[in-house]
């Protein structure tokens, strides 16, 4: 299989070089120049296997220059019992008859992240020998939060590789921060910046373009790559799991083969949605793919006007990791719904940079309402879903997950359909125990509490166990309590790779 550039058709690479770069040269990103097909037999194959061969069989069609024993070793160095607290790695939760949760987020950082940060470090250390590189990968991070802690555990001990996260000393939860500050591993390193997020990534993305620097470490043997959402290593084996929910539910006896499940998908950089595009094109029987977005509601209007406008405020929602204006994945489902316009995709991101604003044609935005709904809901939405369907059916779901549970509810009034369907749960309803336990229990069950307390009061009141690497936090030794100017980052990076 080879991969092209969203803009620019000529280009032709294999997996491992569009793994190790992340990013096309011409800005564009990297999208495989075919989808392979998954017929029903096999289907009935992968769903007797456990998770981790599932992923080899969905991976190798893609990743075709890795070996299966590469792709095995692989998958089961990141979807193991030490790694994830359920054997079945992302088990479904049967709500009422014909409406699942598809559970991401028993894996050591509690949020979905973790289902591609686990395994892109072993893509990535095989893609840099793959392609004839010696150097040793720097993973270089700036992160709002949920990122930085998934990438951490990812790359941590994980041979030829170094990670560096910086994360803005004001900018992440007490929670968020404890995870990181407590991290373990031999090749690992974090520091605060005295700033915001923007200052922490324009840092970072300063190191990265920074010629000379790349040249010292260069001599040094190293070479910077980065972990972000538009790698096609994180997003090659988010498809997985959609294939992986079909196949529990053909073997719970939910539906039969060949019967179409809808998927609704809590989206912010159009990555994890973008995934069960792919698992539909490669012949997965799913029907509507509903994207829920909180009031940074961008991917909403599109998809309902065609028309693609950030010129609006920024919102801080409830559900944090989706607040975004700018999801940096529909680049590629614009190139596959435009028959691979490059140019048409390059013309529109062009726009999108210069204007903030671009509008796709009729023909595309009808073929875009064609496969996905869009639909949003606000914080109070969202805490009164947490609350009902708790209320109704004793589950506990975090903020994110909850915008998804109440757009589908959106949808099925709006449309009537009673196509079953799986709700995407991204987080462990821990990771935001203040807002849940509000929605849950009322305002006055927060008063008093920190963070800690938070978490075991939450586990009273839902009667849940809280997860091991949360409940674990407050015993954790502190590791990395160093703050960092913006301008002492370069500093940072040199120190830990102790340079000449
Ligand atoms: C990152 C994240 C999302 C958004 O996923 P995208 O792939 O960026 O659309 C949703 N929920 C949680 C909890 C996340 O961490």
Redesign the pocket.
């Known amino acids: 299989m080879e991969y092209t550039s969203t803009r620019d058709n000529n280009l032709s690479v294999s997996a491992a070089y569009a793994i190790k770069t992340g990013l096309a040269p011409d800005g564009g990103l990297f999208v495989p120049k075919s989808f392979p097909r998954v017929f029903g037999e096999e289907l009935l194959e992968l769903a007797q296997l456990p998770y981790a061969e599932r992923a080899v069989k969905i991976l190798e069609k893609f990743l075709t220059d890795f070996s299966e024993a590469e792709l095995s070793d692989c998958a089961y160095s990141a979807y193991n019992k030490e790694k994830f607290e359920t054997d079945e790695i992302a088990p479904l939760y049967k709500l009422t008859n014909g409406v699942y949760f598809l559970e991401l987020?028993h894996g050591p950082t509690c949020?979905?992240?973790d289902m591609a940060l686990q395994i892109l470090p072993h893509f990535l250390k095989k893609s840099v020998v793959k392609t004839g590189e010696t150097k040793e990968v720097v993973i270089l991070v700036a992160t709002s939060g949920?990122?930085g802690k998934a990438a951490l555990e990812g790359f941590k001990d994980v041979n030829g590789t170094r990670i560096i996260v910086f994360y803005p000393e004001k900018g992440v939860s007490d929670i968020q921060k404890r995870q990181m500050i407590t991290q373990e591993g031999n090749n690992v390193d974090v520091a605060a910046v005295n700033g915001n997020f923007d200052d922490a990534q324009s840092g970072v993305k300063k190191i990265f373009g920074d010629k000379e620097y790349a040249q010292i470490l260069e001599r040094n043997n190293f070479m910077l790559s980065s972990a972000n959402?538009i790698n096609w290593g994180r997003l090659v084996p988010?498809i997985v799991y959609y294939f992986s929910a079909y196949c529990n539910l053909l073997k719970c006896e939910e539906i039969q083969l060949g019967e179409p499940v809808n998927f609704v998908?809590?989206?912010?950089?159009?990555?994890?949605?973008?995934a069960a595009y792919y698992a539909k094109e490669m012949g997965l029987p799913i029907g509507k793919l509903i994207c829920a977005s909180n009031e940074n509601n961008v991917l909403t209007d599109f998809i309902r006007t065609g028309v693609y406008d950030k010129n609006r405020p920024f919102k801080t929602t409830g559900?944090p990791?989706?607040d975004?204006l700018i999801?940096s994945?529909l680049e590629r489902l614009l190139y596959h719904v435009t028959g691979c316009d490059d140019a048409q995709v390059a013309d529109w991101m062009k726009k999108l940079a210069e204007t903030g604003r671009y509008e796709v044609s009729e023909a595309v935005k009808a073929k875009i309402q064609e496969l996905f709904y869009g639909g949003f809901c606000d914080d109070d939405a969202t805490e009164k879903t947490i609350a009902e369907t708790n209320r109704e059916h004793g589950y506990v779901m975090?903020t994110?997950?909850a915008v998804a549970k109440c757009v589908y509810d959106q949808y099925c009034e709006e449309t009537g359909d009673t196509t079953k369907s799986v709700i995407v749960s991204?987080?462990s309803p821990f990771?935001f125990s203040n807002r849940v336990l509000e929605a849950i229990a009322g305002q006055e069950a927060l008063e008093g509490l920190d963070e800690f307390k938070m978490l075991e009061a939450l586990a009273e009141k839902a009667d849940l166990t809280i997860p091991t690497p949360l409940a674990g936090l407050k015993s954790k030794a502190v590791i990395f309590s160093a703050t960092c100017e913006k301008t002492e980052m370069y500093e940072v990076v040199s120190h830990m790779l102790n340079l000449l």
């Open positions: 987020w949020a979905f992240k949920d990122t959402s988010q998908v809590p989206t912010g950089n159009f990555g994890n949605i973008l559900s990791s989706m975004i999801s994945n975090d994110h997950t991204t987080a990771k």
